[in-house]
Every structure is written in C-alpha cells, then in structure tokens.
C-alpha cells in the first residue's frame, strides 16, 4: 500500500507593521499532500510566531492521551527583525515543529490544525469554528481560503520593491500590496535565508523588534 505523504515548509519571511513603530515578521506555511485527512491537497497561508505558540498550547489541551507535544523554537526577547541568523534558525524550528505534529495520527485528527494550516482565520475564529460555534463548518473555512500560488524565483524578484500592508490582526485572507518604495534590503544578510524549498528568496528585512 502506497503512503501517503504530508510536506510542510515555513519560509518566505516578511515584515507587518502594526502601526508606524510597531512590526513583526510573519511566515509562509506551504502544505503539499496526497493524504485522505486533508479536505485541501495543495495550501499556502501566512502564520506569526505568536500564532505558532497558541496553536500548540490548544493542541495540548485537546490531547487527551497527555501526549507531550514537539517544542517550538524558544522566544528569544534579542530577537531581531534584520538579523538573518535568527530568522533562519526560527523558521527552521517552526518547520521541524509542524513536520513532528504531522507524523501523529492523533493530532492530526483535530480541527485547529487543519484550521491552522489551511485557513487564514484568525485564533478566535479557528477556536470558534473548531467548537461549531460559526455559521460555517471546518471544511468549508478551508475550501474558501484563496490559494497563493507558490512563488517562482521570478516571481520573488519583483517581490524586493514590494512590502505587505496589515492591521493588527494577522490572520485575514488578503492580497500583498506595493508599499514602502525606500525598502532597506540586505542582500548579504538574505542570502543565509535562501533555499528552504529549492527556491531563492530574497527577505524584506527592515530594523525593527520583533513584537511577536
């Protein structure tokens, strides 16, 4: 019998502004799998660090065998917006941290993580649906998430004189816009960060705290 298999990738770094002095960086969660236990084969949504640690708290919670979950990647209260060592070594962690939770039947079967991975609803939403307490079931959530297509080496070229507008919350589905036309690029410092799929990226890197 064939196996099925779940690929996971965090990358493609990029800074959010909350306000003018306010940032933090989200991360691009690209999913491929032939698995019967994902509505959804191919999905692509962005994710904070900060939603990284909820996540695994309420997967805790809902673990009744008590099984210890994988650790995240420690919060570094140094951590920096435009320091590329550190952006590689979380995305990395994070990435090592969904690909544990995938190998589990168990966790596999809880709806926050499909939310999680395949939706862009905010935490109190995931929670809300997840619960039933939503005029829409976990599927269609999933099913009405747009799918970003994954970028292509061009693609992430024009991507350097492009920046992300957001609000304070993370996690609605909307499309990146042109912003910020005096972006500061550190090409040196990017290149520690190219690779994670095959792929070159370039990362938006701009001095700030992570607030995350």
């Given amino acids: 019998m064939t196996q099925q298999?779940?690929?996971?990738?965090v990358r493609d770094?990029?800074?959010r502004k909350n306000d003018f002095w306010h940032a933090y960086m989200d991360y691009e969660i690209c999913l491929h799998t032939d698995s019967v236990c994902?509505?959804?084969k191919i999905s692509s949504v962005r994710r904070r660090y900060s939603e990284f640690?909820?996540?695994?708290?309420k997967l805790q919670e809902n673990?009744?065998?008590m099984v210890q979950l994988p650790q995240l990647p420690?919060?570094?209260?140094?951590?920096?917006l435009n320091n590329a060592q550190q952006i590689t070594e979380r995305m990395k962690g994070l990435q090592m941290f969904l690909e544990r939770i995938l190998q589990s039947p168990l966790w596999l079967s809880d709806s926050l993580l499909h939310l999680f991975l395949q939706s862009q609803l905010s935490m109190s939403k995931m929670q809300a649906c997840a619960?039933?307490?939503t005029h829409y079931s976990v599927a269609q959530a999933i099913q009405q998430c747009g799918l970003r297509r994954f970028h292509s080496e061009e693609d992430l070229q024009k991507d350097l004189s492009m920046s992300c507008d957001s609000d304070s919350d993370s996690s609605e589905c909307r499309d990146p816009e042109p912003r910020i036309k005096d972006l500061a690029l550190n090409k040196a410092a990017s290149t520690a960060l190219l690779g994670l799929m095959g792929t070159s990226t370039e990362d938006h890197l701009i001095s700030s705290s992570d607030s995350a």
């Avoid at 298999?5 to 990738?9: F, K, L, N, Q, R």
């Fill in 5 to 9: 298999i779940v690929s996971v990738w």
């Fill in 13 to 15: 770094p990029r800074i």
């Fill in 38 to 40: 994902f509505t959804k």
């Fill in 53 to 57: 640690v909820w996540l695994r708290q």
């Fill in 63 to 65: 673990s009744l065998l």
């Fill in 74 to 80: 420690p919060k570094n209260p140094f951590f920096s």
């Fill in 131 to 133: 619960a039933g307490r």
